[in-house]
């Protein structure tokens, strides 16, 4: 288990933070109590830390858990498509499998939305997504394993990768906005507000080697924002993020297409002024060399609703 783990361990996991009991999640597993607890133990030997807080009834997940919980079901999730895209495929051999590959907080939400709205408009494809790093999803791109990227695109930055992804052949297809949210108090208004006075509000930032971090350096720059902000927790990936947000562990600044759930579950609550969102274009990028027939279809669709204006909102 130290090197390896049963990614249906995943799925054991899930039950117990549906149920909070060993005994009911067992049973719904059909396994003995005795065995479900051994599958949750190699999980926890596996990742290092305690993912169950065993000290209460109903039973819940520490913050770790719930952080491991997502990534794997997420894993899990990818892996299961995966597998039924290469079936599909395989019994499909005469059909073309285009594969799209973006940043992991693009991919979350926003993707299987977009993706959607293009099948229902454009018509049914074969497809597949790989969220990585932008770096990685660029140099993908370049060599010619994936058809598309979709990217986070500024005009304004002069960032390597930015100035990277703006010499490239690109399609609007949707927007997004950078918001901060906290988690809400018994009133509904955020636990960590900006009121008048304020100051060393927890901040729950992106990685300097996210290009995602980039985005907010102007806002977090001006001293009505930064300077009251005291640095308490870091990750690259956006739904770490949103998981120690919604645990009351400090502010973030999110996507709004990966928080609107929780937005309108009441899990999370904007907080800030006016004006401290930060808006973003989603693009679609290709090398147009490598592109075949069916992506040219997909491309020439695509640019001609973003000339008529209708990339989608996230």
């Known amino acids: 288990m130290r090197e390896t783990a049963d990614i249906y361990l995943f799925r054991d996991l899930e039950r117990l933070s549906q149920t909070g009991n060993f005994s009911q999640a067992a049973e719904r597993n059909n396994l003995s109590q005795s065995a479900f607890s051994r599958r949750i133990q190699a999980l926890e030997a596996w990742v290092g830390v305690t993912l169950v807080d065993r000290s209460r009834q109903p039973v819940r997940l520490t913050a770790a858990g719930a952080q491991m919980l997502e990534a794997g079901l997420q894993a899990l999730a990818r892996i299961e498509a995966e597998r039924s895209q290469i079936l599909e495929t395989q019994s499909l051999p005469d059909k073309y499998v285009v594969t799209f590959s973006t940043q992991h907080s693009i991919g979350w939400r926003f993707f299987p939305s977009w993706l959607q709205e293009l099948e229902e408009s454009y018509g049914p494809i074969l497809s597949r997504l790989k969220a990585d790093d932008l770096s990685n999803c660029l140099r993908d791109l370049r060599e010619g394993s994936v058809d598309f990227v979709i990217a986070y695109v500024e005009e304004n930055r002069t960032d390597p990768i930015f100035a990277e992804l ?10 997004d906005r950078l918001i901060p949210v906290s988690k809400p108090d018994k009133t509904g208004a955020p636990v960590f507000s900006f009121d008048d006075g304020v100051a060393g509000i927890p901040y729950l930032r ?109």
């Open 166 to 175: 703006r010499a490239m052949e690109r399609v609007t297809i949707g927007r």
């Open 206 to 314: 992106f990685g300097d080697s996210a290009p995602i971090s980039r985005h907010l350096e102007a806002l977090i720059a001006a001293p009505e924002v930064g300077a009251r902000l005291r640095p308490v927790y870091e990750n690259a990936m956006a739904g770490a993020l949103r998981i120690r947000a919604r645990d009351g562990a400090g502010v973030a600044w999110l996507p709004e297409s990966l928080v609107a759930p929780d937005l309108a579950a009441g899990a999370l609550v904007r907080t800030g002024r006016p004006g401290w969102e930060v808006d973003l274009q989603i693009a679609l990028l290709r090398e147009e060399s490598r592109s075949n027939r069916l992506t040219r279809s997909i491309w020439s669709f695509l640019e001609a609703r973003d000339t008529d204006g209708t990339a989608s909102e996230a």
